[in-house]
C-alpha cells in the first residue's frame, strides 16, 4: 500500500517561497510509469494539477505557474519536493501530493492534504 505525507509550513507571508515535500512510503518514487504530482484545491474552487515529475525524471507544470514552479525529487529519501516562488493569496489552498499510473490517468494514491494559507 502506498502512503503520501506531505509536510511543510501552513503559513507563507506573500512574496516569499513555498516549499512542500512528500514523503513516499510503500512504494519507489522510480517505479516504472509512476507519475507524482502537487495538485491543489483553492478554496471554494476545482482542483488544479501545479506540477509533476515522472519516474525517469520528466517534469510538467501548469501553464499558469510554471514560471514560479520548480519540482524535484531525492531519490534517497523517496521525496519529491514543490516549490513555489513569489506567493500571493491567490496561492492558497489546501496542497495534495499523489501518484498516477501514466500521464493523464487520474491518481491512484494521494496524501491527506495540507492547508497552506498566504497572508501577511
Known amino acids: 500500500q502506498v502512503q503520501l505525507q506531505e509536510s511543510g509550513p501552513g503559513l507563507v507571508k506573500p512574496s516569499q517561497t513555498l516549499s512542500l515535500t512528500c514523503t513516499v512510503s510503500?512504494?519507489?518514487?522510480?517505479?516504472?510509469?509512476?507519475?507524482w504530482s502537487w495538485i491543489r484545491q483553492p478554496p471554494g474552487k476545482g482542483l488544479e494539477c501545479v506540477a509533476t515529475i515522472g519516474y525517469g525524471g520528466y517534469t510538467y507544470y501548469s501553464p499558469s505557474l510554471k514560471s514560479r514552479t520548480s519540482i524535484s525529487r531525492d531519490t534517497s529519501k523517496n521525496q519529491f519536493t514543490l516549490q513555489l516562488n513569489s506567493v500571493t493569496p491567490e496561492d492558497t489552498a489546501i496542497y495534495y501530493c499523489t501518484r498516477a499510473m501514466l500521464p493523464g490517468l487520474a491518481p491512484d494514491y494521494w496524501g491527506q492534504g495540507t492547508q497552506v494559507t498566504v497572508s501577511s
Open positions: 510503500g512504494g519507489s518514487i522510480t517505479t516504472d510509469y509512476a507519475y
